[in-house]
């Protein structure tokens, strides 16, 4: 019975967790899985979005999902701008193989002192009335908890995905974005200019580290270093889901939430990120395209 009630609440946990974690890699399957650029500084800007929603709370008391909104568009045109900068210094002299990827370093490792020196390295967490509450509910002798600080990140995350999906799917700007990743010579003859749609995609894509930000301040305690935590799984999420499968991203987060919970439950937390990388390597010795890619295996 207790190893029933264990196993109950770790499945309960990790699909929550799974949400967390696709709110944070879904911009990158956008900037890394549709544009091809390796964007590995993705998760210390959602750092960055962190601390901006920790101070819309700590000093005007927004709700930190709605100081996600608010600061999104922000991150949309520092998206904007970051990858005019890299057209114009690496993509463009076709240098964006390992120089580009450097620039990602470099910006990394910027944005990590920067927030050092204003915020200091104190662990940071916002205020709200779901964060630290839970449900609780008793079922045939069995207890279960259902925190609500990972149910708001798992609504948050599985609304972005949808939405951003049938973006894509829909728009005209979304196929466009497809098409550059398919057959940018095409769209070109087409009359589309695919550095304007490029842009704008990776300022989509860096737009979402804001409510991304968001939620890491609300379901953990934030510091500048945190984000070199989760630059392994949201590259891992990415690529098991199939590059440029927004879909593909939510159902292969839930699958490494599910995963990490369990291990961390009945084994301990250490060994979570091995057992996710190696349901990555199994999958993808099976399925090289990742679970939803077609035909893609960069």
């Known amino acids: 019975m207790v190893f029933l009630e264990l ?3 770790a499945l309960i946990a990790g699909v929550l967790l799974g949400g967390f974690f696709a709110a944070l890699s879904i911009g990158l399957s956008i900037c890394f899985g549709l544009l091809d650029t390796v964007n590995i500084g993705h ?13 819309l709370n700590d000093v005007y008391g927004i709700d930190p999902v709605l100081a996600g909104i608010i600061i ?21 002299t076709s240098a964006e193989a390992l120089r580009g990827l450097a620039f990602f370093f470099g910006l990394l490792f910027i944005t990590e002192v920067v927030l050092i020196m204003i915020f200091g390295v104190d662990h940071r967490l916002a205020i709200a009335p779901y964060i630290g509450e839970s449900f609780r509910a008793e079922l045939a002798g069995m ?24 973006f894509l799917d829909r728009s005209f700007f979304g196929r466009a974005v497809r098409a550059v990743h398919q057959d940018m010579m095409a769209l ?13 995609a990776f300022g989509i894509g860096l737009g979402t580290c804001g409510l991304a930000g968001a939620l890491m301040v609300i379901v953990i305690p934030i510091e500048p270093a945190v984000g070199r935590l989760f630059i392994g799984n ?10 440029g499968s927004i879909s ?6 839930m699958i490494l939430g599910i995963a990490e919970s369990i291990v961390a439950t009945f084994f301990g937390p250490s060994w979570a990120p091995a057992v996710s990388f190696g349901i990555l ?7 090289p395209t990742g679970l939803f890619g077609v035909g893609d295996t960069r």
Do not use: D, H, W
């Open 43 to 55: 998760p210390t800007f959602i750092v960055a979005a962190a601390f901006c929603a920790f101070l």
């Open 281 to 287: 390597l199994g999958v993808l010795m099976f399925r």
């Open 143 to 166: 207890q279960f908890a259902l925190p609500y600080r990972l149910l708001v990140a798992f609504v948050v995350a599985t609304i972005m995905c949808l939405g951003l999906q049938a």
């Open 248 to 253: 593909g991203t939510l159902v292969a987060a």
């Open 188 to 200: 070109s003859l087409m009359g589309v200019n695919p550095v304007y749609v490029k842009r704008i």
């Open 72 to 92: 999104t568009p922000l991150f949309f045109v520092l998206g904007v701008g970051v990858y005019s900068a890299y057209y114009q210094f690496f993509e463009k």
């Open 7 to 9: 196993l109950i609440n």
């Open 234 to 243: 949201v590259f891992a999420i990415v690529v098991l889901g199939g590059l």
